[in-house]
């Protein structure tokens, strides 16, 4: 800091150095000026010597002015990196127009001013924005309170380890008969179920609490197992097959927006929509009519009416 402090005072010097020239280049132009104009006849001879004297004296004390302040000053002192912060250790870089360093500066500085202006508008919204969200959010909990039990108020990925495995060891099997549900895996909160749907294909179910993460269709022949555990990953060879895990994805995205309904929506859901493809082989689409398109059965059923359509007829 003192190296800073003295680098001002430097800077100070130098600008009543400036001054201090400027002055005196005034006061010698004042004595060209003087001598440019001349003598007016005998009777002005001393008054000019007078006044020409006077514009010397001025010029000397401007001179000696000027002097005092040069020998007042030293040379520029070293404020060093630590006082300049990072910017310091530009002056390291090697060749500055080989790296384009003045120009990435110059962007990160328009960066910085944008988000800094954007910080500023954000700032000042979020007073209104915590408003809106306190007022919604209360208005929710109204209609909640309203209209459903606190039971169903639970979040599906939070029910009871016991509860999860009674639901799905009797409770599905029971609801979809036409399916034989297995359970293949389970460690703590995390479930594998293995859902035959006929003589079809066979789908593997991923489940976190009641909350399905994941759905994997397969051909009945195909491997159900990688090693010894499930394997979630592992796409069907048959393009069919793939084309139902897609559509299961999707399925399970739709049912989102309804989970606030029933917690165990999802699950019922699933497995009533994996049911409705047990005539895979033998339905025909809804809107062509047709068995198949392109090779492939109606792979599509839709997530309202379970009817089939072909992936293009949807
Ligand atoms: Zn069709």
């Given at each position: ?37 001349g ?105 909640r ?6 039971a ?43 859902v ?7 789908a ?28 979630m ?61 392109n ?13 089939p ?6």
């Open positions: 800091m003192a190296d800073y402090s003295q680098a001002k005072q430097f800077l100070s010097h130098s600008q009543h150095a400036i001054n201090a020239t400027q002055q005196l280049r005034t006061t010698v132009a004042n004595v060209f000026e003087f001598l440019r104009d003598i007016n006849g005998e009777e002005g001879k001393n008054q000019f010597l007078q006044t020409f004297q006077d514009l010397l004296v001025a010029v000397n004390k401007d001179f000696s002015e000027l002097e005092k302040l040069g020998n007042s000053m030293s040379t520029m002192p070293d404020v060093g990196n630590a006082a300049l912060g990072p910017a310091g250790n530009l002056c390291m870089e090697g060749d500055a127009d080989e790296n384009n360093l003045f120009q990435d500066t110059l962007l990160a500085y328009q960066w910085y001013t944008k988000l800094h202006s954007r910080a500023q508008i954000a700032s000042s919204l979020v007073p209104m924005y915590k408003r809106t969200l306190s007022t919604s959010a209360i208005s929710i909990a109204r209609a309170r309203g209209s459903t039990n606190p169903q108020q639970m979040k599906p990925h939070s029910v009871n380890a016991a509860h999860v495995e009674s639901y799905m060891a009797n409770t599905l099997p029971r609801q979809f008969s036409d399916l034989i549900i297995k359970m293949i895996y389970s460690q703590g909160s995390t479930k594998i179920l293995h035959t749907v006929g003589k079809v294909l066979y593997l179910i991923l489940f976190r609490g009641l909350m399905i993460e994941k759905v994997i269709v397969r051909g009945l022949g195909e491997d159900v197992f990688d090693v010894d555990t499930p394997d990953f592992t796409p069907s060879r048959f393009e069919c097959m793939r084309h139902i895990s897609d559509h299961a994805s999707s399925a399970l995205l739709y049912v989102d927006q309804y989970l606030h309904v029933q917690m165990d929506l999802k699950p019922r859901f699933v497995m009533a929509w994996l049911q409705s493809h047990k005539g895979l082989m033998t339905d025909s689409c809804q809107k062509c009519g047709k068995h198949l398109n090779g492939l059965p109606p792979t599509f059923r839709d997530f309202k009416s379970y009817a359509y072909h992936t293009g007829c949807k």
